[in-house]
């Protein structure tokens, strides 16, 4: 069964620093890219970051950039986010998603359950 | 950065009707990088159509999408409940970043 699962969200206060995971079982991981979505209360989809295949190219949603690093461990099928100086805005249910027939441009087919991170003081 | 802006906010429409959802972007979206999601609360998005106007795996055919350059439709023939959902479009042109709508509400009249 193809599966993505995050974890590692929680409340930190501002500025700290979260490191999200994204387990992924069912598939070979490593032939394909993998997307971090957020979606803060009551509001929109909002992409993140984007990791390629094999971790050489990473990409980042302006609103993070500089703040937020996108990795993966290929030999233990996870993806990772770190999060710095994190802010109130960064508030929001995080989603790992695979994206569709292994390169960029075609969507994302599988999506984990979430993780919600709470930045707050 | 390619915006997305989806019409409208909110449809209100009953079971067995037809609904046509709008996105149109703020510059061409080249060779149809267009994907649309399906929302439910509480729950992950689920790739409806990539490419404009492919079905993913296990869509129904009552899903549809069309459209072109700037201005893409997503069409459900005849609305069954489970439907009633928020649907939202995504651009994937060339390198990131991606962008997605701000979404349609379909609700039961």
């Known amino acids: 069964q193809v599966q993505l699962v995050e974890s590692g969200g929680g409340v930190v206060q501002p500025g700290t620093s979260l490191r999200l995971s994204c387990a992924v079982s069912g598939f070979t991981f490593s032939t394909y890219a993998i997307h971090w979505v957020r979606q803060a209360p009551g509001k929109g989809l909002e992409w993140v970051a984007l990791i390629s295949y094999d971790g050489s190219n990473k990409y980042y949603a302006d609103s993070v950039k500089g703040r937020f690093t996108i990795s993966r461990d290929n030999s233990k099928n996870t993806l990772y986010l770190q999060m710095n100086r994190l802010r109130g805005e960064d508030t929001a249910v995080y989603y790992c998603?695979?994206?569709f027939g292994g390169g960029y441009n075609n969507g994302m087919d599988v999506w984990g359950q979430g993780t919600t991170v709470t930045v707050s003081s | 950065e390619t915006v997305l802006t989806q019409s409208p906010g909110t449809l209100s429409l009953s079971p067995g009707e037809r609904a046509s959802l709008s996105c149109r972007a703020s510059?061409?979206?080249?060779?149809?990088?267009l994907a649309w999601y399906q929302q439910k609360p509480g729950q992950a998005p689920r790739l409806l159509i990539y490419?404009?106007?492919s079905r993913a795996p296990g869509i129904p055919a009552r899903f549809s999408g069309s459209g072109s350059g700037t201005d893409f439709t997503l069409t459900i023939s005849r609305l069954e409940p489970e439907d009633f959902a928020v649907y939202y479009c995504q651009q994937s042109v060339g390198s990131p970043p991606y962008t997605f709508g701000q979404g349609t509400k379909l609700e039961i009249k």
């Open positions: 998603a695979r994206s």
């Open positions: 490419g404009a106007s």
């Open positions: 510059q061409s979206v080249s060779s149809n990088y």
